[in-house]
C-alpha cells in the first residue's frame, strides 16, 4: 500500500479508527456474560430463601408451650440444618417484657459458613 | 521535524500489530468456549421459581391458628400424588401457550429422636436422576403438630423438604 499510491490516507485512517471502535464495543458485548454470570452467583450464594424459611418456622415455633416439644423442635431445626442446609441454626426465646405488645423476645443465629445472620426479634 | 509523510507506514504497522495480538488473544481464547448457560442464570431462576412454589404449598389460605397447609397436610396424609400435582402446577403455569417441562424429585428429611439421626422419607418424583440432568436443590421447613400422622415418633416436630428440580 504506502508508496504505491498515497492518496486517501485521511480516508483509510478513519477507517481504521472505526473498526477498532467495533472492536472494542464487541468486546463489552462479549463481557455481559460474565457480567450475569457474577451476579447470578452472588444471588445463588446468599441464602435468601433459607433464611426467610427458617425465620418463619423458627418465629411460629418459638410459640410452642410445652417446653419438652420445643425443645424436640429446636433440636430438629439444629439437626436437619447441619445435615442437610450445612448451616449451624439455632434459636432461644424469652418472654417479652412487661407492657411490650409482643409475646416473646427470640435470638435467632443462623451462618453457613459464607453468611451468618443474627437477629433478636419480637414476635 | 512534525510532517505528515508517512502515514500509510504507520498505519500499516499499528494494524499489522493489532492483528497479532488479536490472533493469538483469539486463539487462546477458544480453548475454553463459555456460553450463556455456564452462567448459572437459568440456574438462580430455578431456584427462585421452587422457592416460592414450595412457600406457596406452605402457606395456610385462612388465617385461623389450627389451619394446615396444603404441605402439611400432604405430609401427614402422605398425599405424594397431591404433592406432585400441585408442585408442578404452580413451577409448570405459563401465562400463555404450552406449559413449561420442569422435573423434579422430592424427599422429606426428618430427625428421629430415639437415634438422633437425621433419616430421609422419599415422597414422589417425575423422573429419575440418571446424572445428565443439572438440578437446583429447594427447601421448605414444615412444621408438623402432634395430632396425626407424623413421620416418627409421633410428636411436635419440624422437618425438612427437599426438592431437586430441573428444566428437561
Known amino acids: 500500500m504506502a508508496r504505491l499510491n498515497d492518496d486517501a490516507q485521511w480516508i483509510v485512517l478513519m477507517g481504521f479508527i472505526v473498526s477498532f471502535a467495533l472492536f472494542f464495543l464487541a468486546i463489552v458485548v462479549n463481557q455481559s456474560t460474565v457480567v450475569g454470570q457474577t451476579t447470578a452467583e452472588g ?8 433464611i426467610i424459611d427458617v425465620r418463619n418456622e423458627i418465629l411460629f415455633s418459638s410459640g410452642i ?59 | 521535524m512534525v510532517n505528515s509523510d508517512g502515514q500509510l507506514f504507520t498505519i500499516e504497522g499499528i494494524s499489522a500489530g493489532l492483528i497479532m495480538l488479536l490472533t493469538a488473544y483469539i486463539v487462546v481464547n477458544t480453548t475454553s468456549i463459555y456460553t450463556p448457560g455456564d452462567t448459572h442464570i437459568s440456574d438462580m431462576q430455578l431456584e427462585q421459581l421452587g ?63 430415639n437415634t438422633n439421626s437425621v433419616n430421609k422419607i422419599h415422597l414422589t418424583q417425575t423422573r429419575n436422576l440418571i446424572g445428565g440432568e443439572h438440578p437446583v436443590r429447594v427447601t421448605e421447613w414444615v412444621h408438623l403438630n402432634s395430632n396425626g400422622q407424623v413421620p416418627v415418633n ?6 425438612l423438604v427437599e426438592v431437586l428440580l430441573w428444566r428437561d
Open chain 1, 43 to 50: 444471588v445463588i450464594e446468599f441464602p435468601k430463601n433459607d
Open chain 1, 65 to 123: 408451650v410445652n417446653p419438652t416439644n420445643l425443645t424436640d423442635v429446636k433440636n430438629d431445626i439444629s439437626s436437619i440444618g447441619l445435615a442437610r442446609k450445612m448451616a449451624i441454626i439455632s434459636f432461644n426465646a424469652t418472654p417479652a417484657p412487661p407492657g411490650s405488645s409482643y409475646k416473646n423476645v427470640i435470638l435467632i443465629h443462623y451462618n453457613n459458613g459464607v453468611t451468618a445472620y443474627n437477629e433478636t426479634a419480637n414476635y
Open chain 2, 51 to 113: 422457592s416460592d412454589a414450595l412457600r406457596l404449598m406452605n402457606t395456610p389460605n385462612t388465617s385461623a391458628t389450627s389451619a394446615e397447609s396444603s404441605l402439611q397436610k400432604i405430609i401427614i396424609n402422605n398425599d405424594t400424588a397431591q404433592f406432585s400435582n400441585t408442585f408442578l402446577w404452580f413451577c409448570n403455569s405459563t401465562t400463555s401457550g404450552t406449559n413449561d417441562n420442569l422435573q423434579f424429585t422430592a424427599d422429606l428429611y426428618y430427625r428421629d429422636k
Open chain 2, 154 to 159: 409421633n410428636r411436635e416436630q419440624a422437618v
